[in-house]
Every structure is written in C-alpha cells, then in structure tokens.
C-alpha cells in the first residue's frame, strides 16, 4: 500500500448454494487503475490504499436475472464492463462532482451491451443486478444500485443498508409498512423492477454519497446472502470485524451461515474494512508480537 489515506483490507467469496448447479453472481474489486481480484479467493485480503496519491477503490456484486437464460453471462458482463469502463474514466471517478455520472454511463453503457446480447440466440430475457461502492479519498465513498443486491456498512455495531432495493416488497419495508419477516413472507419477494438489461423497463439506477469512518465494515452481497441471514445476523458479524484478520472469517461466516439457513440460491459476500495506517500497523506489531512469544 502507499498514500497517505485510509486503509483498506478487501475479501471476497461466492458459493453455489445447496440448489444451484451454475453461479449467477459475480463480484470485483480492487483500485482504479490497479490491483484486483474477481470472484477467486486468496490467502489473504486485498490490501489498498484510499485517499490522495491513491486512485478510488471499487467494489461491485452483481447477480445474474433470466435463470438458464444465461444470467451468469449477464452477471459477469455487468462487473468486466462497468470494471473496465471506470478505470477508463478513474480521473473523474476520483473527483466526487464527477463520480456520480461517471458510475451512471458505466451503468448505461453496460445495460445496453446485455441488452444487445440478450438479442442473440440462447440468451433471451437475460439480465443483472449490481451493486457499485467506491471509495473515492479518505472521507467519501459513491454508490450505485439496480436491483435487490445489497449495500450494508456497520459502524461502531449498528448495522444500516445504504442501498434501496428496486422492487415492491422493499419499498414497502422501507416505507416501514411491512417487517423483516413479512418480506421473507411476501408473494412478490423475488420480483425486481430494476436490471441492467430489462428491456421492459425505463433504466433508473440509484446513486448516492457515503461519508466513510476509520473502523467501518462494508458489506456488498447477493439476494442470496440476505435471504438467508436476519439483519440481526450480518450485524453481529460484520460487528466483529475490527482487524484485518477479521475480514476473511466474516465473510465466510456471512456465506456458510446463509447457505445453512436457505441455500437456495447462489451466495456472495465482499467485506471491507477501513482502518487507518496507525491502525493497522499497531495490529500488524501486536500480530508479530503473539507470533514471537507462541501464542
């Protein structure tokens, strides 16, 4: 890592379910321009810097729409497009008046290429969610959204979702006319009204600002993940996570725990913490310290 911001310590992992035979999720995440990961798993966390000399960090999930139509196609497309178009325009990815357009033509950009594909044969009614978070300097973050996957952040234990899923039944549990539960329970739950590639549908993503904190935990993750965990459940274990040593466990705490509950489809969670460098580097000497003494 170099800067002199905040920083960021980067898991992801996915996994089929117990019901599944292909995986319709897809995940990226890494610096613009830079190094990155895409849905494979390492020894360790991806290890960033944020803030100035450094370029923004960009996390996106997306989960395929259109079942054997290829949604996995989809999926895959939205993160390598909307990855690749934003580190094409990372100078104004970094500048926060800039960011919000730039996520909304990478976003347009990549409706229209699944679009375009779901003409061809084998490939009809295909589509996608995404969720976007990008960490541009040391105190602000963008995001975007289409769909029903999620943007959470759990800071000093209290868990919030940024992001607002585009369909009935959550706009009706954030209007606060329904409960967790009944939404678990609603006939309408796994409808969407927004994707990357619905031809039936006006295309309106959301964006927004994040203030970011030293200590804050992010979770971007799939319907699959919040179907099978109670809010209760992510927040007790995004709450844990307080070194970088924590963010590889948590994350595939949230996955099994999830694939327990339901398993009925694909699972994705990518966790980041945001530590300072004195932060992390107390935890790098106390970690070298248990080593030299066996314990």
């Known amino acids: 890592m170099t800067g002199t911001g905040l920083s960021l310590y980067i898991d ?4 089929l379910g117990v019901r599944r035979k292909n995986n319709e999720d897809a995940w990226w995440a890494g610096q613009l321009p830079g190094e990155h990961r895409s849905m494979q798993e390492s020894g360790s966390p991806l290890a960033l810097a944020v803030g100035p000399p450094a370029p923004p960090v960009l996390l996106l999930v997306s989960d395929g729409v259109g079942g054997a139509n290829a949604g996995e196609v989809a999926s895959q497309m939205a993160v390598n497009l909307i990855s690749e178009d934003l580190v094409r325009r990372a100078a104004e990815v970094g500048t926060p008046a800039a960011a919000p357009a730039a996520i909304l033509a990478a976003f347009t950009a990549a ?15 295909m589509g996608a969610t995404i969720s976007l978070f990008c960490f541009l300097d040391g105190t602000t ?6 769909g029903d996957s999620r943007i959470y952040v759990c800071r000093h234990g ?8 585009h369909s009935p039944v959550g706009r009706l549990r954030q209007e606060g006319k329904i409960t967790e539960k009944q939404a678990r ?34 979770l971007l993750c799939s319907d699959g993940l919040s179907d099978g965990l109670w809010d209760h459940e992510i927040e007790q274990l995004l709450g844990c996570v307080r070194h970088r040593a924590d963010v590889r466990p948590a994350a595939q705490k949230l996955v099994a725990g999830s694939k327990q509950a339901s398993g009925r489809d694909n699972i994705t969670a990518v966790v980041a913490l945001v530590e300072t460098p004195d932060a992390a580097g107390a935890a790098a000497r106390a970690s070298l310290w248990r080593r030299l003494l066996g314990r």
Do not use: M, N
Not at 141 to 146: E, H, L, T
Not at 159 to 165: A, C, K, N
């Open 111 to 125: 409706d229209e290429a699944i679009k375009s594909k779901a003409t061809e044969p084998g490939f009809d009614g």
């Open 158 to 165: 209290q868990l919030r979702q940024i992001s607002r899923d």
């Open 141 to 146: 973050a963008c995001w975007g959204q289409a």
């Open 12 to 15: 992801g992992i996915t996994d």
């Open 185 to 218: 329970q609603h006939p309408q739950r796994h409808e969407i009204d927004q994707s990357l590639g619905d031809p039936g549908k006006t295309f309106r993503p959301d964006t927004g600002f994040e203030a970011i904190q030293a200590g804050d935990v992010y």
